[in-house]
């Protein structure tokens, strides 16, 4: 049972540190073109 008040936290700390780098990459702009990675390898590229 003493176990459990050292999990109970430590899960908490990882689910926030998730949800805090989740946030971030919403903010840095990760997630803006999702389709231009998909188009792009339909692109030949004559070198």
């Given amino acids: ?3 459990l ?3 109970i ?4 700390l990882l689910g ?3 949800l805090a780098a989740f946030l971030w990459t ?3 702009g990760q997630y803006e073109d999702l389709d231009g990675a998909a188009e792009r ?4 590229d004559e070198r």
Avoid: C, H, K, V
């Fill in 5 to 7: 008040l050292y999990l």
């Fill in 41 to 44: 390898i339909l692109y030949d």
């Fill in 1 to 3: 049972m003493t176990a």
């Fill in 16 to 18: 926030l540190g998730g």
């Fill in 9 to 12: 936290p430590i899960a908490l």
């Fill in 26 to 28: 919403l903010r840095s």
